[in-house]
């Protein structure tokens, strides 16, 4: 089944300074996909106001995956962690046993990033925070790992579940096929551009949800890119 979820669809939030769209339920906001799809939780589309933010407050038991769409985040966290995530990056959170941090855009300009949580495989573990820069060039034509807890996937951050968060820039006619191992879905969001997933065409900030196929293509009909989670059902 490969199902298409408008970005019309997704849940809503916003306020002064953020305006936010829910493809899961989140805190206390109903949004079509219900609370998870597998060990996906949270796929949030936020805009930040240039100079707002998260003030500090906490996480726990969760892999939360930041990726910046424009503009930048800066983060801190009650283990000392500092750094700003530019377009194109991606930090990895490991609340673990409990973790307070705070996200402000510190730029001139908005910010628009995607945060991502999926359950950890293992509740427990020790805290951490990582950031990496990936050149959107070195994603032309490819899925690339950006983030990833599986044996023998190299060059992505590390996150402590059998999942795999995958980047691509892909231009107008390009063809990609990707293959679900049993067990295993998928969900994809292009953050630009238009793309068909098999017979069911998505536009900016959709969702496509993915379950039950062994394979699947994705043609691109207008320069695209996405994200692309594989992960346990």
């Given at each position: 089944?490969?199902?298409?979820?408008?970005k019309?669809?997704?849940?809503?939030?916003?306020?002064?300074?953020l305006?936010?769209?829910?493809?899961?339920?989140?805190?206390?906001?109903a949004?079509?996909?219900?609370?998870?799809?597998?060990?996906?939780?949270v796929?949030?589309?936020?805009?930040i106001?240039?100079?707002?933010?998260?003030?500090?407050?906490?996480?726990?038991d969760?892999?939360?995956?930041?990726?910046?769409?424009?503009?930048?985040?800066?983060?801190?966290?009650?283990?000392?962690?500092?750094?700003?995530?530019?377009?194109?990056?991606?930090q990895?959170?490991?609340?673990?046993?409990?973790?307070?941090?705070?996200?402000?855009?510190?730029e001139?300009?908005?910010?628009e990033?995607?945060?991502?949580?999926v359950?950890?495989?293992?509740?427990?573990?020790?805290?951490?925070?990582?950031?990496?820069?990936?050149?959107?060039g070195?994603?032309?034509g490819?899925?690339?790992?950006l983030?990833s807890?599986?044996?023998?996937?190299?060059?992505?951050?590390?996150?402590?579940?059998?999942?795999?968060?995958?980047?691509?820039?892909?231009?107008?006619?390009?063809?990609?096929?990707?293959?679900?191992?049993?067990?295993?879905?998928?969900y994809?969001?292009?953050?630009e551009?238009?793309?068909?997933?098999?017979?069911?065409?998505?536009?900016?900030?959709?969702?496509?949800?993915?379950?039950?196929?062994?394979?699947?293509?994705?043609?691109v009909?207008?320069?695209?890119e996405l994200?692309?989670?594989?992960?346990?059902?």
């Amino acid at each position: 089944m490969i199902k298409v979820i408008p970005k019309t669809a997704l849940g809503r939030f916003d306020n002064e300074w953020l305006h936010s769209r829910f493809h899961f339920s989140f805190s206390g906001v109903a949004a079509p996909m219900g609370s998870r799809f597998g060990a996906l939780r949270v796929w949030n589309d936020d805009l930040i106001r240039a100079g707002t933010g998260f003030p500090q407050h906490g996480h726990r038991d969760m892999e939360i995956i930041t990726y910046v769409r424009h503009g930048a985040i800066s983060h801190a966290d009650s283990l000392g962690n500092e750094g700003r995530t530019e377009a194109g990056s991606v930090q990895v959170m490991s609340a673990g046993t409990g973790i307070q941090h705070a996200e402000w855009n510190r730029e001139s300009v908005d910010t628009e990033l995607f945060q991502i949580w999926v359950e950890p495989d293992r509740g427990g573990l020790t805290p951490r925070w990582a950031t990496a820069d990936f050149p959107r060039g070195d994603r032309a034509g490819r899925l690339v790992p950006l983030a990833s807890g599986e044996k023998g996937v190299e060059g992505a951050l590390a996150i402590h579940q059998n999942a795999t968060l995958y980047g691509a820039q892909l231009e107008a006619g390009t063809r990609l096929r990707h293959e679900l191992a049993p067990g295993r879905v998928a969900y994809l969001v292009p953050a630009e551009g238009r793309i068909k997933v098999g017979d069911q065409a998505a536009g900016a900030r959709d969702g496509v949800a993915i379950l039950g196929e062994k394979t699947f293509e994705i043609a691109v009909e207008e320069a695209a890119e996405l994200l692309l989670f594989d992960l346990p059902a």
